[in-house]
């Protein structure tokens, strides 16, 4: 995904595109970054199956848009959606802030009946615009 940015970006003149909030609790800028084409970097990542969407209220203004690139990208195994391979298995949502978690993990327990959501696959956790915890989940954990 690095690389693939870099390729992107680089020597170009880009134009960025900020949401409600402009800066994570990290201090990082959080923005959609656009080429002189007019094409959206985050959307290009999303399509090539280098990135997965990240619901983080309340920068969401592009979030349907993003999400169909990474439906489409997961539908053409682009990327990491290539060679997905998992067993069947029990995942809580919380739709409230759209991360999943193992079944049996502290996290998933916290999730209030209201907000819970059973997925039978990672997959199709992600199909529905969910991300991983990073509590239970962590990156590596992701496409296997």
Same mark, same amino acid.
């Given at each position: 995904?690095?690389?693939?940015?870099?390729?992107? @970006?680089?020597?170009? @003149?880009?134009?960025? %595109?900020?949401? /409600? $909030?402009?800066?994570?609790?990290?201090? *990082?800028? =959080? /923005?959609? !970054?656009?080429? +002189?084409?007019?094409?959206?970097?985050? %959307?290009? =990542?999303?399509?090539?199956?280098? /990135?997965?969407?990240?619901?983080?209220?309340?920068?969401?203004?592009? %979030?349907? &848009?993003?999400?169909?690139?990474?439906?489409?990208?997961? &539908? $053409?195994?682009?990327?990491?959606?290539?060679?997905?391979? $998992?067993? %069947? /298995?029990?995942?809580?949502?919380?739709?409230?802030?759209? *991360?999943?978690?193992?079944?049996?993990?502290? $996290? #998933?327990?916290?999730?209030?009946?209201?907000?819970? !959501?059973?997925?039978?696959?990672?997959?199709?956790?992600?199909?529905?615009?969910?991300? +991983?915890?990073?509590?239970? =989940? +962590? =990156?590596?954990?992701? #496409? *296997?």
């Amino acid at each position: 995904a690095r690389a693939f940015n870099a390729r992107l @970006v680089e020597g170009q @003149v880009v134009r960025l %595109e900020f949401d /409600a $909030e402009r800066q994570d609790g990290y201090g *990082r800028t =959080l /923005a959609y !970054v656009y080429l +002189p084409d007019g094409s959206m970097v985050n %959307e290009r =990542l999303l399509l090539a199956g280098l /990135a997965y969407c990240f619901y983080k209220t309340p920068n969401t203004r592009h %979030e349907q &848009r993003l999400l169909a690139a990474q439906r489409r990208a997961m &539908r $053409e195994g682009q990327g990491m959606w290539r060679s997905w391979n $998992e067993k %069947e /298995a029990r995942y809580t949502g919380n739709a409230a802030t759209r *991360r999943f978690h193992r079944q049996g993990c502290s $996290e #998933a327990r916290r999730v209030s009946a209201r907000n819970r !959501v059973t997925f039978t696959s990672r997959w199709a956790a992600f199909l529905a615009g969910y991300s +991983p915890s990073r509590e239970c =989940l +962590p =990156l590596g954990h992701v #496409a *296997r």
